[in-house]
């Protein structure tokens, strides 16, 4: 058995910037912690909004510290909702997402990385 508290495993993550462009992919603000079944779990600090992303298989998402809106488009259009620090988030899979934090947001994922595709905003 392993025992993995949220708070210790994220004190040495960095904040990725993703608003800001560098030649560099900072790796610094995630860390995998270990393999579920066929997913991965990890944590990933931030700011700023991501790119649009779809992964063929449910996404969780657990905010650890911070807040960050959550966008889904769908058929029916695009819906958002602001998460904070204990929520989760279920994004269904081959569902168009993504996220907006102003502030630092640390979440823990799980989620299988095989098939996803990432689009930029251009909204």
């Known amino acids: 058995m392993k025992i993995f508290n949220l708070q210790t495993q994220a004190t040495d993550l960095s904040v990725i910037d993703i608003n800001k462009r560098t030649e560099a992919v900072s790796t610094t ?3 995998m912690l270990f393999p579920f079944g ?3 779990v990890g944590l990933l ?3 700023g909004s991501t790119p649009w992303e779809e992964h063929p298989n449910d996404e969780f998402l657990l905010v650890v510290e911070g807040k960050t809106t959550l966008t889904l488009r769908t058929s029916e259009g695009e819906t958002s909702g602001t998460a904070s620090k204990g929520d989760v988030l279920v ?3 081959k569902t168009w997402h993504r996220q907006d934090a102003p502030e630092a947001v640390t979440l823990m994922f799980i989620t299988n990385h095989n098939g996803n595709r ?3 905003v251009t909204e």
Do not use: A, N, S, Y
């Open 38 to 40: 066929l997913h991965d």
């Open 29 to 31: 603000g995630l860390k």
């Open 118 to 120: 990432h689009k930029i």
């Open 91 to 93: 994004v269904p899979g």
């Open 45 to 47: 600090r931030f700011k």
